[in-house]
């Protein structure tokens, strides 16, 4: 604990006034951050099993999201754990994109033949390389981009490489977790880059 005065016109001036007191490069308030450094590295080291247990549980849901989210909380520090995490995210993100990639592109389908053009364009462009419908959404694309200007407006541009190497893989990861964040107002909002030396 750190003893220190605050003076306010109120509690919450006063409380506020107290922590401004407070002197972060103390020795104390450095061994407490130290401490609970120390406090997530052992949980996550401890807990890195269940951790992926509840992983495998959201996948059979079908909450791919969710797990990549989950995973993606695990500091770079707890290097075991970090890497076991990256390696499970990587078939769980296929998974997803998979299943993304065949709702994109039957919506793109149906949006091209009922000529809602720029509807299928969206829906195309989304759709990630690598994925088991992409050779078919490129040959929608193609269908498109062949039809006038004035009918298709701009060409449709599809993605042209999906996440190759490990920085952007995981990159990729963390836009996924930091959607379902933003997605999901009762989650505690998690920094994904918050571990540094």
């Given at each position: 604990?750190?003893?220190?005065?605050?003076?306010?016109?109120?509690?919450?001036?006063?409380?506020?006034?107290?922590?401004?007191?407070?002197?972060?490069?103390s020795?104390?308030?450095k061994?407490?951050?130290?401490?609970?450094?120390e406090?997530?590295?052992?949980?996550y080291?401890?807990?890195?099993?269940?951790?992926l247990?509840?992983?495998?549980?959201?996948?059979?849901?079908?909450?791919?999201?969710?797990?990549?989210?989950?995973?993606?909380?695990?500091?770079?520090?707890?290097?075991?754990?970090?890497?076991?995490?990256?390696?499970?995210?990587?078939?769980?993100?296929?998974k997803?994109?998979?299943?993304?990639?065949?709702?994109?592109?039957?919506?793109?389908?149906?949006a091209?033949?009922?000529?809602n053009?720029?509807?299928?364009?969206?829906?195309?462009?989304?759709?990630?390389?690598?994925?088991?419908?992409?050779?078919?959404?490129?040959?929608?694309?193609?269908?498109?981009?062949?039809?006038?200007?004035?009918?298709?407006?701009?060409?449709?541009?599809?993605?042209?490489?999906?996440?190759?190497?490990?920085?952007?893989?995981?990159?990729?990861?963390?836009?996924?977790?930091?959607?379902?964040?933003?997605?999901?107002?009762?989650?505690?909002?998690y920094?994904?880059?918050?571990?540094?030396?």
């Open positions: 604990t750190l003893s220190v005065k605050g003076v306010g016109q109120n509690d919450t001036k006063a409380f506020l006034s107290g922590i401004k007191n407070i002197n972060p490069k020795s104390k308030v061994s407490f951050v130290d401490k609970g450094k406090k997530i590295i052992e949980y080291n401890t807990q890195c099993v269940v951790l247990k509840e992983t495998d549980a959201l996948v059979n849901q079908k909450k791919y999201a969710e797990a990549i989210y989950k995973l993606m909380t695990v500091p770079e520090v707890c290097q075991e754990c970090y890497f076991k995490a990256l390696d499970a995210i990587n078939p769980i993100y296929k997803m994109m998979g299943e993304n990639c065949e709702e994109d592109y039957k919506a793109a389908k149906e091209f033949s009922n000529n053009i720029e509807e299928a364009k969206k829906h195309l462009e989304s759709i990630e390389p690598g994925s088991d419908c992409y050779d078919k959404a490129v040959d929608l694309a193609k269908q498109i981009n062949n039809l006038s200007p004035e009918e298709r407006g701009e060409e449709v541009k599809m993605q042209a490489a999906a996440p190759a190497t490990r920085e952007e893989q995981v990159e990729a990861y963390k836009k996924v977790a930091n959607e379902y964040n933003q997605s999901n107002p009762n989650n505690e909002e920094d994904l880059n918050f571990v540094e030396d």
